[in-house]
C-alpha cells in the first residue's frame, strides 16, 4: 500500500500557534518574517517528516502474528496522527 502525502502548503502561510504568545502587533510581524525567512530549514524538516511517515504507513502481515497486535496499530495511529499534527505547524 502507497503511503499518503501529508498535505503540503502550496504558499507559506504562518499557523497562528506560532504567533500565539506575541503581545503586539510588531512582534507578530517581526516573528512572521523570521518565520518565512526560515523556508529552507522548515522544507528540511517536512521531508524528514515525510520520510517517517512513509516508513509507518501500511500494515505488514508479520505485524498481525502478535497478539497484540491492536495496541501496536493504536500506537503507530497515534504516530502518524502526531506526524500530521507537526506537519501543519510547520509554515
Not at 21 to 29: G, S
Request: charged share 35%; aromatic share 8%.
Amino acid at each position: 500500500m502507497k503511503s499518503q502525502r501529508l498535505e503540503l502548503h502550496q504558499q507559506r502561510s504562518i499557523p497562528s500557534e506560532w504567533l500565539s504568545k506575541c503581545t503586539t502587533e510588531e512582534e507578530k510581524e517581526e516573528l512572521k518574517a523570521y518565520l518565512l525567512n526560515s523556508g529552507r530549514l522548515f522544507d528540511l524538516l517536512k521531508d524528514m517528516i515525510q520520510r517517517r511517515y512513509d516508513q509507518e504507513w501500511g500494515a505488514k502481515v508479520v505485524d498481525y502474528d502478535s497478539p497484540s497486535w491492536s495496541h501496536k496499530q493504536a500506537h503507530k495511529n497515534g504516530r502518524m496522527n502526531a506526524f500530521e499534527e507537526i506537519h501543519k505547524l510547520l509554515p
